[in-house]
């Protein structure tokens, strides 16, 4: 496992220009949801700004994790000169949009069951909150609190009163554990669709099959993912109050990021694809 997380840290770094992309196809989504949340005012807008959402999710990730695919095979070349490998991720990115063709079906796919998948859980567990602990404040949850500073969500949860900000609190906490679990379940989804099978249930059924098979090592490398988002967050936390230290912790976010991603896709590429199969 150590060999993994070496090899995906030196893959990051010869692949940090896929930050670029990523920062700007972030961007492209964050900028469309603050759109969506001051102009949506009707329910039929709202759907409208749902789908279009995920549209553009689902183009925005084919594209990325296309990118991702042919640089990391790239990372394994060797180049006599630096510009030869500049050239070379210049025609990757060149050829993002080969990556809707491709992938898009499958991620749009993939996004929409887990939006589906999210917002049923969500009332589940509001029910559950509701039942057992009490009332929950539907504006406390709602999704654009992600759409705001960390000062103003902190300044808003810090004038709640104790029992509601229990409440509040219980139903996080219920959302975060079964996030953890189904972002478990779900490791090796994205790499199968990359990697082997465009059909995004059989890709699966598939991604279960070799997660099981592999049980104790993927969930090694998964923890590993997770402490390292832990601490990437205690240093957010810390900071968030600096604009200018701020500004690196986000080139920190960043880099996690992709080094999550370069991490499962090496696992995956290690573990369950034959090298003289790779393309």
Same mark, same amino acid.
């Given at each position: 496992m150590?060999?993994?997380?070496?090899?995906?840290?030196?893959?990051?770094?010869?692949? =940090?220009?896929?930050?670029?992309?990523?920062?700007i196809l972030l961007s492209v989504i964050g900028l469309y949801s603050a759109y969506a949340r001051v102009s949506v005012d009707?329910?039929?807008?709202?759907?409208?700004?749902?789908?279009?959402? =995920?549209?553009?999710?689902?183009?925005?990730?084919?594209?990325?994790?296309?990118a991702v695919k042919k640089t990391i095979k790239l990372s394994t070349k060797f180049f006599v000169f630096d510009t030869d490998r500049a050239k070379e991720f210049l025609n990757i990115l060149k050829n993002l949009p080969k990556g809707i063709g491709e992938l898009f079906l499958p991620f749009l796919f993939l996004i929409t069951f887990d939006v589906i998948i999210f917002t049923l859980v969500a009332i589940f567990i509001s029910w559950v909150v509701s039942t057992h602990i009490g009332t929950i404040n539907p504006d406390l949850i709602a999704p654009n609190h992600y759409l705001i500073s960390s000062e103003e969500l902190l300044n808003m949860y810090s004038n709640l009163p104790e029992r509601e900000l229990f409440?509040?609190?219980?139903?996080?906490?219920?959302?975060?554990?079964?996030?953890?679990?189904?972002m478990f379940i779900t490791f090796l989804?994205?790499?199968?669709?990359?990697?082997?099978?465009?059909?995004?249930?059989?890709?699966?059924?598939n991604s279960f099959d070799k997660l099981f098979s592999k049980f104790s090592k993927t969930l090694g490398i998964y923890i590993c993912t997770c402490i390292l988002y832990l601490l990437t967050g205690i240093i957010s936390a810390i900071l968030m109050f600096y604009p200018l230290l701020y500004f690196f912790v986000l080139l920190l976010y960043y880099y996690y990021l992709?080094?999550?991603?370069?991490?499962?896709?090496t696992y995956y590429e290690q573990e369950f694809i034959v090298p003289d199969e790779d393309e």
């Open positions: 150590l060999n993994t997380l070496k090899a995906a840290f030196k893959r990051t770094n010869d692949s =940090i220009i896929l930050a670029t992309p990523l920062v009707t329910m039929p807008k709202a759907i409208v700004a749902i789908i279009t959402l =995920i549209v553009i999710c689902a183009g925005c990730a084919a594209c990325w994790f296309y409440i509040v609190n219980a139903w996080y906490l219920l959302f975060s554990a079964f996030t953890i679990i189904f989804w994205i790499p199968e669709i990359v990697y082997n099978e465009k059909n995004p249930l059989i890709a699966l059924k992709l080094y999550a991603i370069i991490l499962a896709f």
